[in-house]
């Protein structure tokens, strides 16, 4: 069974353009996420999902200096990325992760992962941001078959719910059999991905504290514990959501 962890990142973020390439300690945020993720013990195959935009071609050079897998696709329907970028590189589960989230953590990944498998005959699709948010933000994992991303490609006729991929997955009631991962103390009001320049700001000083990316979220957790008025740095910033508000062009 291939499971095959799909990065999306493009350099045209509305709030902080070009972030993914943007320097923590010594590397590009996009080498963070991937170094990261190559550390989980549940995947097959890591593969960058940018887009056809020419300012993208930056990402799929740096990509062939490292070797890693890419996949160019629409920069507006991101659902018909990942589908076609699944497809392309032969995946039977699929993992959902963003470039913005340059302290995703291998063994959370990996919890997510093994909810999946351990009842893939009875659920479509799992993730760590349900029935409610435990874990920080940025630690946001999710986990799919390939059929339920073809019936959701298929099906989905929402522009504004196609660009995030999968609420067509968990927003509609009773289409997918889904499930959720929780945490055991609820971290959700801690933001640990980069949207905005104070994102940017508090996770640099997580790196430059660590100089490297091998910690774990608990090691920055205790660290966080030390210096508690870091989580203020970016408290104010408001996450991008999807409602059912944005509904099917109706």
């Not at 103390?185 to 991905?193: A, E, G, K, P, Y």
Request: hydrophobic share 40%; glycine share 4%.
């Amino acid at each position: 069974m291939r499971i095959v962890a799909i990065l999306q990142a493009r350099m045209g973020s509305t709030r902080l353009p070009g972030k993914v390439m943007m320097d923590l300690a010594g590397k590009p945020m996009l080498e963070r996420d991937v170094r990261r993720l190559q550390r989980s013990g549940t995947l097959t195959e890591i593969v960058v999902a940018t887009t056809v935009e020419p300012q993208d071609l930056a990402i799929v050079q740096f990509c062939e200096k490292l070797g890693w897998p890419w996949f160019r696709g629409s920069q507006d329907d991101v659902l018909d990325r990942y589908y076609k970028a699944a497809v392309s590189f032969r995946a039977d589960v699929v993992v959902r992760v963003t470039s913005d989230c340059p302290l995703i953590e291998p063994t959370v990944v990996d919890l997510v992962v093994q909810e999946f498998l351990a009842n893939q005959d009875r659920l479509d699709y799992v993730c760590n941001r349900l029935p409610v948010p435990t874990f920080p933000v940025g630690l946001d994992t999710e986990v799919f078959s390939l059929q339920a991303l073809e019936r959701a490609w298929k099906e989905d006729n929402n522009p504004a719910w196609r660009e995030h991929v999968t609420p067509y997955m968990y927003l509609p009631q009773g289409l997918f059999r889904i499930a959720g991962v929780s945490n055991d103390v609820n971290l959700s009001h801690m933001r640990w991905t980069v949207d905005t320049v104070e994102d940017l700001t508090f996770v640099r000083k997580i790196y430059d504290h660590f100089g490297h990316g091998e910690f774990s979220w608990r090691d920055v957790l205790s660290l966080l514990e030390e210096n508690p008025e870091w989580l203020e740095i970016n408290r104010h910033v408001v996450q991008k959501t999807v409602s059912l508000q944005d509904s099917s062009g109706e």
